[in-house]
């Protein structure tokens, strides 16, 4: 697998991460929430930046998935990532920067991802899921195109705890 660019607005990318996108990693490692639902550092250090990198390209060396930075004008504002898996499904998941957040950016992201993803690979549904408390998360995928279809009960554990979750897809037909 290799990590594509994907052109989202004139700026504005999904891409591969690189070394010099420490920064949203410091940002991102400041916050209560990202680094419970993602392997970002909860202790910001340049080795866990590098080290958290590092593993955003292991990823598709490996072939479990995507790991996309989300840049806008050159600069790393958060992460998208699409997971491929078994009977043409897909799971996405993403994060964004305190910084970054209310600007539609996740919206636009989630939408050209998605694009790619349904027309680009041997994927007909895509599926992610959100805590219903995420009110901003759920209505990006909403906005994005992604369809709730129930609450998922105790789905996940995050930060020690069982959590519920909604879970929204996004089908190939409807692109």
Do not use: C
Request: aromatic residues 10%; glycine residues 10%; negative net charge.
């Amino acid at each position: 697998m290799e990590v594509p660019e994907i052109g989202v607005a004139p700026g504005f990318v999904l891409r591969p991460w690189r070394l010099d996108d420490v920064e949203v990693v410091r940002e991102a490692s400041r916050d209560p929430y990202i680094p419970l639902i993602s392997s970002v550092p909860a202790e910001f250090t340049e080795a866990e930046a590098e080290a958290f990198l590092r593993r955003q390209w292991q990823r598709a060396e490996e072939g479990v998935g995507y790991s996309f930075a989300i840049a806008v004008a050159g600069h790393a504002v958060g992460q998208m990532g699409l997971w491929p898996g078994p009977h043409e499904r897909a799971s996405v998941g993403y994060w964004i920067a305190p910084s970054a957040r209310g600007k539609g950016i996740v919206v636009a992201a989630l939408d050209a991802l998605s694009r790619w993803g349904l027309t680009e690979l041997p994927v007909a549904r895509l599926e992610l899921q959100v805590e219903p408390w995420n009110i901003g998360s759920w209505k990006a995928a909403e906005r994005a195109g992604y369809e709730r279809e129930g609450l998922l009960r105790s789905w996940m554990e995050i930060g020690g705890e069982r959590k519920d979750m909604y879970m929204y897809s996004r089908l190939a037909q409807h692109p």
